[in-house]
């Protein structure tokens, strides 16, 4: 027993690590019992377990380890932190619980497995489980087996991963064990249950028995799916989904599921890739040229045998492929034929995707060889192309496809048709785009009408089958030409057809939601790897949720079908028959007044007018739908028609076809009858305007493509130039308003060729005009029509071309008329058209098909051994390509030749291969995509070679075929991994940089993207540095695209040392990542235009400058408090913001939108600049500053520094700048012309207060493109630089900023150059700069840059620096002297011999006013100087008529203001709250809160007034030196206890304050020693409690410091091997223990402000969190020591200021993506010990600091957005708060909220508002115990019985330890509303001490209310209740008497007493307050000097220090007083303590 004693003492930890088995089983029990009992599942007590599970489940003793597993299965449930040990456990439960004898322990085992697949560590415990497989023992091996298919049929194959399983399963059924056979049966059947036939490939090599077995049981099971029935913790939605399906039967989904199903596995997956290269006969390729039939046979077997193979290894098939192809295109026995064919279609079923390589070369050879008579041959080649289709695309088959389809073979075209039918079988709406099945369509239609019946019989079922996938609408269009009879057929067709899987399609025309589910659907599993079905599910809802294609960005398949095209109605409208003469006067008599009709064709010209108006007048009132129009225009075109001679008449005749076009159904036949007419007056003065009005008329109804086709083919026709030119502008101008879409360009060359050579200028002038509209949409392809023109003209062309370029082409203002029906639908199938028009621009250029002129000849050249002959084969075809210049796809067998040589032994071919493959870019545009795979990828390889030449060649190469071909292609498949899998540093390094500049531009990217992460981790730990840059480079590119989960699941598989480094860099990548790019809009033809003219990348920058601008707008303007003067902005920003929305809205609002834009610029800019300029100027990337400064900072870039800039720092600085500037002013800021300079700082001062807050995010690199303006001499530019310089420092002061030191170091060394510039003007707006400088950078950092001024050798720089620095000293004291004033002023005294007059004045100026603030101690402090320098000096000192004494305060005051304003180095953003500052001169903050009275306003003063104050004030040093020392007596600390002080500080007297300063700025040192020497000596003195006074004034300062190194330890130490971490842990000790000095002392504690504190919080918060600091030794200690010192600093420091900072701090975690959520929770732990602290607290705190927290934070953080986080606690924090508050002060709390602005805005009043109304209803009659004042002033007339129940209640708080403050303070304000109250009965009984204590409590809160020094009255309380007897609390009370009476003795004094409750009877009393600095009697305060020196700086700090919490007590008499009461109340204090002394 006595031992069960000893370990039942033992916390349950230890007792479960217990040696006894008792004691663990009984440790186990409580785990069990503690683990259910804990709800927060991420409590620190989890964390004390983490290593102990696995010893749980292993436990050697049986009993015990049941127990264990239990406890284990409770804390994998409940536990955040469970998933870190599932390794471990797991696998200690295969080896220790799988083996047990007890069936309950291994049900535990099981059940322990499932709970980590649940909490989503499903991999782990797979592999753990099939790591058990191998064991020897088979009762593990079952019960591993079991365990999976147990996960199985509960998990589901998505999240059981089935392909390791399957691999292993073959092996389990040859085990000899029988119940190790017998489980692997089960687990096969529910395999089979989930992937059906998918498992049978890999189990047919198992023993036929069980096989046969197998069968059996796979046919009894149900053919329904089975569902998933356990979900994993992110699944919730899903299980809630299931039960509720449970509920109702769930029956909904079954198809859905079903289809799923389908494709959840693919049998291909779970193959092994079989590896046959190898493997082929050696003499394969001689046996297969051979001439003997029977041996070319012998080859193809063997290579049959090796493809039967199901999946085979990736490799280069290239040789074989090209031998293959031989056969069936050139053998003539067609067994082998056959044969080939087959092998051919094994290989595409073998390698899939990685054939698609191959498919370009192989697809025309047998659609060729399809000619062939024999039905065995034509299926194999059937088999064959089906197969390689299945492994690329349509589109990449198109060219081929089509060019069989007029083969004048019947066979050929009815295989190729019957290819396609099979083909589209497999397609769906998405990957049959109408740019695909247009051009196959068209085809289709020729041969419906053949004369073979086969082929007519095959384009029927071709497509019928398009129409079942894509939907009748779809293809309709293309079927216009078609009678009845053969659309009948085709629908037959139709209807027969049957897709795979049995989809319905979009036949019918319909496109129902029902529809339209199985066409969005993946293809089938045999037609690519199936993926998750998330991405089909995705595009589904995509198409179900959209009404109508609108504008839209998905589901353009659904565009396309849905609706009619324009083109449907002009086909109709084609075929309209022509009407006779009379049928049109039968219904022209209809519509018309006879008398119009009559005098049509009358003599005389008045008549025809009146005829006219009457026929306009019946135009005008004409039903659209009643209207003949074709009728109309044939009446008008009566005689004398078009030949009309009378103007007026003509006029008339011209806007009535105008009319008619607009308001009728107006068809080309009706076009086809006035165009002539229109065309032959185009040209007439008079008439021209009307014709061409009705010409855009005609255009709007017929389309602008077709009217433009016909009218410049009749103008060209004719020969009149004028009507020819006029034609020309005409379409020029339509070209504008139209857009470009659907423009016949082949049709308009060569009339514009005719047109350039005619000889009259006008045409050719006009020619050359309409050339510059139509190079708006085509861009430089356009030229390369008319390179054979003469220079001259071809230079004419160039200089439009020039006039154009940069512009962009403007939005469309037309559009042809659409079907009002249909006209949603139209708005989509337009929207498809511009879509795909950028590809038909290059599509219209005219190409050659140079496929014969790549000959075998050629090839067998390029091939050659001899490499001269290599190269004549290279001439020949680059040749060939130059001479062709536009080309189509098909280049033979060119591809492979040129591959072999981009890996020539002799590199001159090599460069040679690239630039003809550069050559092709250019020639074949977008039809390069087929060749990518087998030419594309071989260029990267050549990215590896050695030569730098060479690779940057290819990187030129590869960028070209880019521009063509898009990433698409280059992304999908394995090819990019590949390359990335060799080892070359070269290679890696391009590649990856070309990614990283790729990759941000794409809106988004293939899935296979993925398969290269594992080989960018590789590359992130490559030995090559270069490599390692740019795979951290590449990193957020990745990430934008795959996000930051899917790449931290992938580091998964990596080793742990190398993942906890790559989780690193992932994180740090995390804060960089770019925003995805939008989607680009579209508006009309803009979408065409810009899609052929710009590059992808440009269009992408656009979408990329526009998105964050919206985000700044929302996020941005809640991040600072609002200001009366900040209220305009945001609304415009608002505007803004919506304006560049709007473009993508419709075509006409979008077009006004631009051009209203357009209109507020420049009218010289060009419409693409005005389009461009009219976003944001700045993008505001997130962290983009704080990883500049980092990166500056590892030396990773080079560090601004320069005498002066070279080009690699300009080329850096553009680089960093071109992610967050617009491209447009970036260029403008780089121009060579600096007008253009100009002209960008006038935009940028433009948009400075709208993008304030984009600005400061760029501010350093602005600041650095403002250094080199300062190198140039133009001093146009520097004037303006200046100019925008003031602006931008107005701004930041305004904004609140602090410059950081990284931008300071960066900047203010070059400024300080200008100050020595020649031009007055210059050097006085410089002055001006540095003096603004100093509001937003401290005086005391400026000042070292102006004393590394003085050093220049520039005469006027070194005087202005030497003036500047005295100005500094006269308005900051001599604290701003750095780094000791003795040390600059020698170096300033220096000057005083210099050459130059102005150098020598200036410096004697500086010195004067050292003496105005220091007096005689400068002579001290300058040094020896020479005779005649000293005389100089004090000549000019006596002149000087400056007095000594003014200095003081003013310098006191000063660098109060600096040390109020510290900068963080490291933070981008610096908000100073608002009364963490009230020193600050500038006066924005008071403006922006003006109306609220705690604000202090001493320094709103006027200077002379305070000046003459101060004179009156330092009268007193000797009165106050005589009496302090008797004074302060009763309080001095006894004598023993004075420890001596450090040497630093003994002469206090002489510079106190700079010696402080010099210590403080030595504890950031980044040598630990230096730092741990100076943390000791201000230890030493923060101990002596006489001395530690000497450290107020400095507690921000000393703060500052030592975050500083604690982040200098986190960012470098830590991670820096090199440091000794002994070291570290000294130096944490010694911040620690300075840190607990500091904030044991209330007084210094209370000094700290809130930026300070926030930044101290997050820096202690961030060190309790480091895993680091645990690995090491004695880091434990350190946490524990950080834990204690943070609950120190929520205890000591001024409450206000700390609440203010947590809330502070809590909003910026939050906001902060970056930022850990443990973090943020410990921040929210902080606010809760606070909250619960605040019922002692709440007088001292003031509350209206800290409602306007709270309303900043819920305008960052709306009700709305706070529910959306992952977490629900910083709302019920909040709650908290607001309802603690509420509760502690009633319906007062809403007289605490007049520091926010707007207040009925608020949604913190509201919430207030609502919350006192509650607990108003709630407490009913009750009393309010909570707060007896509001009850108190609720009632004037109370019962005698209530007033005594609340003044009991209030001599309770008074008795009690914790309220006795609170219960003072309301018993005073009882008193005061009810003066007669007789608190006799109260008193009576207590001890005379207690009352006493009363009376003297109240008479300190009236001296507090009256402004008195504030003395806090809560130090001692009697510990009693009111009846207790005197003799016993005289007894309790002993040791705190003693204390009362010292305590009240310095009272009488008037002197303020700040220390704190004791928290028990025997603690020592704390130390005494700041003024107890001058009672230390031998060592200090007995120095007269010492008091002299020392007054009025400790009398200003102290006096500053009581205001303020005055003011925050919220006394308004106090606030509301003038700003001169303070320095008034310091004297009537000095006078008060002389008066009771005398």
Not at 341 to 357: D, I, P, V, Y
Not at 601 to 630: H, I, Y
Request: hydrophobic content about 40%; glycine content about 6%.
């Amino acid at each position: 027993m006595g031992d069960d004693s000893e370990w039942m003492k033992l916390p349950i930890d230890q007792k479960c690590e217990h040696k006894v088995w008792k004691a663990r089983l009984n440790g186990y029990e409580e785990a069990l019992k503690l683990f259910q009992k804990i709800e927060d599942e991420k409590s620190p007590e989890w964390g004390k377990y983490l290593g102990l599970i696995k010893k749980f489940v292993t436990d050697s003793n049986a009993v015990a380890q049941l127990k264990g597993l239990e406890a284990a299965l409770a804390f994998i449930e409940n536990a955040h932190v469970a998933g870190k040990t599932t390794g471990e456990v797991v696998s200690g439960v295969v080896t220790k619980v799988f083996n047990q004898p007890k069936a309950r322990a291994k049900e535990l085992g099981m059940d322990i497995c499932l709970m980590y697949i649940e909490i989503e560590k499903g991999e782990v415990v797979q592999d753990e489980l099939l790591k058990g497989l191998d064991n020897k023992n088979p009762k593990i091996v079952v019960a591993c087996i079991e365990t999976l298919r147990k996960a199985l049929s509960e998990f589901g194959s998505k999240i059981v991963t089935l392909k390791p399983v399957v691999k292993v399963l073959p092996k389990q059924f040859e085990s000899r064990e029988k119940a190790v056979r017998d489980e692997s049966k089960l687990l096969a059947v529910e395999i089979y249950k989930w992937i059906r036939d998918a498992l049978r490939p890999p189990l047919q090599n198992i023993n036929s028995v069980q096989l046969k077995e197998l069968e059996e049981e796979w046919v009894k099971l149900p053919p329904s799916p089975p569902k998933q029935t356990r979900f994993l913790r992110s699944q919730q939605d899903l299980k809630a989904k299931f039960e509720q399906q449970q509920a109702q039967g769930g029956e909904q989904s079954d198809g859905d599921e079903e289809e799923e199903t389908a494709v959840a596995v693919d049998p291909y997956d779970l193959l092994e890739p079989v590896e046959i290269l190898s493997k082929m006969p050696k003499d394969f390729y001689e046996k297969i040229e051979a001439k003997k039939w029977q041996e070319r046979k012998e080859a193809l077997e063997a290579v049959e045998a090796l493809t039967k193979n199901p999946k085979l290894e990736n490799g280069d098939y290239g040789d074989l492929v090209r031998a293959l192809k031989k056969v069936v295109g050139k053998d003539a026995n067609v067994m082998l034929v056959s044969m080939a064919a087959k092998c051919l279609a094994e290989l595409a079923s073998g390698l899939r995707k990685k054939f698609g390589t191959y498919a370009g070369q192989v697809v025309p050879t047998i659609l060729e060889k399809f000619k062939e008579k024999k039905l065995q041959v034509v299926q194999s080649l059937q088999e064959a192309i089906d197969a390689i289709f299945l492994t690329t695309t349509l589109q990449n088959l198109s060219e081929d496809i089509l060019g069989v389809m007029d083969n004048k073979n019947p066979s050929i075209k009815q295989q190729a048709s019957l290819f396609l039918a099979r083909s589209f079988r497999h397609c769906t709406q998405a990957t049959l785009p109408k740019s695909v099945l247009k051009p196959f369509c068209a085809a289709l239609v020729k041969q419906v009408n053949d004369s073979a019946l086969e082929v007519r019989d095959a384009a029927f079922e071709a497509l019928g089958t398009a129409m079942k996938v894509v939907g009748e609408k779809a293809v309709n269009p293309f079927l216009a030409d078609l009678d009845k009879l053969k659309l009948d057929k085709i629908k037959e067709c139709a209807d027969k057809v049957e897709l795979p899987g049995g989809k319905k399609g979009a036949a019918g025309g319909g496109l129902s939601a029902g529809d339209k589910k199985p066409a969005a659907k993946a293809p089938p599993a045999a037609e690519a790897p199936p993926k998750s079905s998330a991405p089909p599910k995705k595009s589904q809802t995509a198409s179900v949720s959209k009404p109508s294609a609108g504008p839209a960005k998905k589901g353009k398949p659904a565009s396309a079908a849905g609706g009619k095209t324009k083109k449907t109605s002009d086909s109709k409208e084609i075929t309209e028959a022509e009407i006779s003469p009379e049928a049109c006067e039968e219904l022209a008599a209809a519509v018309l007044p006879a008398s119009c009709l009559q005098q049509l064709d009358s003599g005389n010209w008045k008549e025809r007018l009146a005829s006219m108006e009457e026929f306009q007048r019946a135009v005008e009132t004409m039903d659209k739908a009643a209207m003949p129009c074709q009728a109309l225009v044939r009446m008008l075109a009566k005689k004398p028609g078009w030949k009309e001679t009378n103007f007026q008449v003509m006029q008339m005749k011209l806007h009535i076809v105008g009319l008619v076009a607009q308001r009728g159904q107006f068809s080309k036949t009706s076009a086809s009858v006035v165009l002539d007419g229109l065309v032959d007056k185009i040209g007439d003065v008079k008439c021209g305007g009307n014709a061409k009005s009705a010409l855009t008329a005609i255009g709007e109804t017929c389309s602008l493509p077709w009217t433009a086709e016909q009218v410049v083919s009749l103008v060209f026709a004719q020969k009149n130039p004028k009507n020819q030119a006029e034609t020309l502008n005409w379409l020029a101008n339509a070209m504008k308003e139209f857009g470009f879409a659907g423009i016949n360009v082949k049709g308009f060359i060569n009339n514009v060729k005719t047109a350039l050579g005619a000889t009259n200028p006008a045409v050719r002038t006009a020619a050359i005009t309409l050339l510059g509209v139509m190079y708006l949409y085509m861009g430089q392809p356009l030229r390369m029509f008319f390179e054979d023109e003469k220079p001259a003209l071809l230079a004419q062309i160039d200089a439009e071309f020039e006039k154009m370029q940069g512009q962009s082409p403007p939005a469309p203002i037309r559009a042809t008329k659409k079907a009002t029906a249909e006209e949603d639908g139209d708005e989509g199938a337009e929207q498809d058209e511009d879509g795909g028009a950028g590809q038909d621009i290059m599509d219209l250029l005219p190409r050659t098909d140079i496929g014969d002129k790549i000959t075998s000849d050629l090839v067998s050249k390029i091939e050659d051994k001899n490499w001269k002959i290599r190269k004549e084969g290279l001439d020949e075809a680059a040749a060939i390509i130059s001479e062709a210049k536009f080309i189509t796809a098909n280049i033979g067998e060119l591809p492979l030749a040129l591959k072999g040589r981009l890996t020539d032994s002799n590199k001159i071919l090599v460069q040679q291969t690239l630039s003809i493959l550069q050559q092709l870019a250019t020639a074949m545009g977008p039809g390069l995509k087929q060749h990518v795979k087998v030419l594309g990828f071989p260029v990267i390889t050549v990215l590896g070679d050695s030569k730098v030449n060479l690779r940057t060649a290819a990187m030129a190469t590869l960028q070209a075929w880019v521009e063509q071909t898009g990433m698409k292609d280059w992304l999908e498949g394995e090819d990019l991994s590949e390359e990335l899998k060799r080892e070359n540093p070269f290679l890696r390094q391009e590649v990856l940089g070309w990614l990283a500049e790729k990759l941000p531009t794409l809106r988004s990217v293939p899935g296979d993207l993925m398969l290269c992460v594992p080989q960018l981790f590789t590359c992130l730990e490559d030995r090559n540095a270069d490599v390692r840059k740019k795979a951290q480079d590449a990193l957020p590119a990745f990430m934008m695209h795959l996000g930051y989960d899917k790449m931290n699941k992938a580091t998964g598989k990596l080793k742990p040392a190398s993942k906890d480094q790559v989780v690193a860099m992932l994180e740090k990548a995390r804060a960089v990542m770019p925003a995805k790019t939008a989607a680009p809009t579209k508006t009309g033809g803009k979408g065409s235009a810009e899609q052929s003219r710009a590059p992808s990348a440009s269009r992408a920058s656009e979408d990329f400058t526009d998105k964050p601008e919206a985000k700044k707008v929302r996020g941005g303007a809640a991040k600072k408090p609002p200001s009366p003067t900040e209220e305009a902005p945001p609304p415009s920003k608002e505007k803004e913001c919506n304006g560049s929305k709007k473009p993508p809205v419709k075509g006409k609002a979008a077009a006004g939108g631009q051009q209203g834009a357009a209109g507020k610029k420049p009218a010289t800019k060009g419409l693409k600049d005005d389009e461009d300029k009219s976003g944001p100027i700045f993008v505001l990337v997130p962290n983009a500053k704080e990883q500049r400064m980092k990166e500056e900072k590892q030396l990773k870039i080079l560090k601004w520094n320069f005498i002066t800039p070279r080009d690699e720092y300009v080329e850096q600085l553009k680089t960093q700048m071109a992610a967050c500037f617009a491209k447009w002013l970036l260029d403008e800021m780089f121009h060579f012309d600096f007008q253009r300079q100009v002209k960008a700082i006038g935009v940028m001062i433009e948009r400075l207060n709208t993008e304030s807050e984009a600005t400061i995010s760029c501010l350093d690199l602005i600041l650095k493109w403002i250094t080199l303006r300062f190198f140039e001499t133009n001093t146009t530019i520097l004037m303006k630089v200046l100019e925008y310089l003031k602006l931008l420092f107005t701004m930041l002061n305004r904004e609140n900023y602090h410059l950081t030191e990284y931008e300071a170091n960066s900047f203010v060394p070059y400024l300080i150059l200008k100050v020595g510039e020649s031009k007055d003007v210059v050097r006085k707006d410089v002055r001006v700069i540095l003096s603004m400088l100093c509001k937003v950078y401290p005086a005391s950092k400026l000042f070292p840059f102006l004393m590394d001024g003085t050093k220049s050798k520039n005469s006027k720089q070194r005087a202005e620096c030497l003036e500047e620095l005295g100005c500094l000293i006269e308005g900051y004291g001599m604290n701003v002297c750095q780094p000791t004033p003795a040390k600059s002023l020698k170096e300033i005294a220096v000057h005083i011999g210099d050459r130059d007059t102005s150098v020598r004045n200036a410096a004697l100026n500086t010195v004067v006013a050292v003496y105005n603030v220091c007096g005689e101690q400068v002579y001290k402090l300058i040094g020896n100087l020479s005779e005649k320098d000293m005389s100089m000096l004090e000549e000019r000192i006596k002149r000087s008529a400056k007095k000594t004494p003014a200095a003081p305060v003013k310098q006191s005051t000063a660098e109060k203001t600096q040390r109020e304003q510290p900068t963080n180095p490291n933070a981008t953003f610096l908000r100073k709250p608002a009364q963490e500052d009230p020193g600050k001169l500038n006066q924005s903050r008071q403006n922006a809160h003006s109306d609220h009275p705690s604000i202090p306003k001493e320094f709103q003063l006027d200077l002379d007034m305070i000046e003459q104050d101060q004179r009156s004030v330092c009268e007193l040093p000797d009165l106050v030196q005589h009496q302090l020392d008797e004074l302060l007596e009763p309080v001095m600390i006894p004598e023993p206890k004075i420890r001596s002080i450090s040497p630093h500080f003994d002469d206090l007297h002489s510079s106190t304050a700079s010696t402080i300063n010099f210590v403080i700025s030595q504890v950031a040192s980044g040598d630990i020693g230096t730092s741990i020497q100076a943390l000791a000596q201000i230890d030493e003195v923060l101990r002596q409690e006489d001395k530690a006074d000497v450290m107020s004034g400095h507690i921000d300062q000393l703060l500052i410091a030592t975050i500083m190194q604690l982040r200098l330890i986190n960012s470098t130490h830590l991670a820096d091997d090199r440091v000794d971490k002994k070291d570290l842990i000294k130096l944490y000790s010694c911040i620690m223990g300075n840190m607990m000095s500091l904030f044991s002392m209330e007084t210094l504690a209370r000094e700290a402000s809130i930026g300070v504190l926030k930044d101290l919080m997050h820096s202690l918060i961030t060190l309790m969190l480091d895993s680091r600091v645990e690995d090491v030794e004695d880091g434990t200690q350190v946490i524990r020591s950080v834990n204690l010192l943070v609950i120190r600093v929520l205890e000591h420091s001024d409450q206000t200021n700390i609440f203010s900072a947590l809330l502070v701090l809590l909003q910026d975690t939050l906001v902060s993506n970056a930022g850990s959520l443990k973090v943020s929770e410990l921040v929210m732990k902080c606010l809760w010990r606070m909250i619960r602290f605040l019922p002692e607290n709440i007088n001292s705190l003031n509350l209206d600091r800290i409602l306007l927290d709270v309303h900043n934070f819920m305008k960052v953080f709306p009700k709305e957005k706070l529910k959306q986080l992952k977490t629900d606690v910083p709302h019920r924090t909040l709650k908290t708060l607001c309802h603690t508050l509420c509760k502690l002060t009633g319906v007062k709390i809403l007289d605490h909220l007049s520091m926010i602005e707007n207040r009925n805005e608020s949604e913190l009043e509201a919430y207030l508002r609502r919350v006192v109304k509650h607990s108003g209803n709630l407490s009913g009659t009750k009393s309010d115990r909570g707060n007896e004042k509001s009850a108190l002033g609720t009632d004037d007339r109370m019962s005698k019985a209530k007033v005594s129940d609340i003044l009991s209640e209030i001599f309770k708080k008074i008795g009690s330890k914790e309220n006795t403050k609170e219960g003072l303070t309301e018993l005073y304000e009882y008193k005061q509303k009810y003066s007669d109250a007789d608190l006799e009965p109260f008193l009576r009984n207590t001890s005379q001490f207690f009352q006493s204590y009363v009376e003297r409590g109240l008479r300190v809160i009236e001296s507090e209310r009256e402004g008195k020094p504030r003395i806090q009255s809560s130090s001692v309380i009697p510990q009693h209740n009111v009846e207790s007897s005197l003799s016993s609390s005289n007894e309790e009370l002993k040791p705190a008497v003693y204390y009362e009476r010292l305590k009240i003795l310095r009272q009488r004094q008037g002197l303020e007493n700040t220390t704190r409750a004791l928290s028990s009877e025997d603690e020592p009393p704390q130390r005494p307050a700041i003024s107890s600095l001058l009672s230390s009697k031998p060592s200090v305060a007995s120095s007269t000097d010492m008091l002299h020196s020392k007054l009025s700086q400790l009398k200003e700090s102290r006096e500053l220090y009581q205001q303020e919490h005055n003011t925050r007590s919220g006394s308004p008499a106090r606030a509301a007083s003038p700003a001169t009461a303070n320095l008034d109340d310091l004297k009537k204090r000095l006078e008060r303590i002389k008066s009771k002394r005398q």
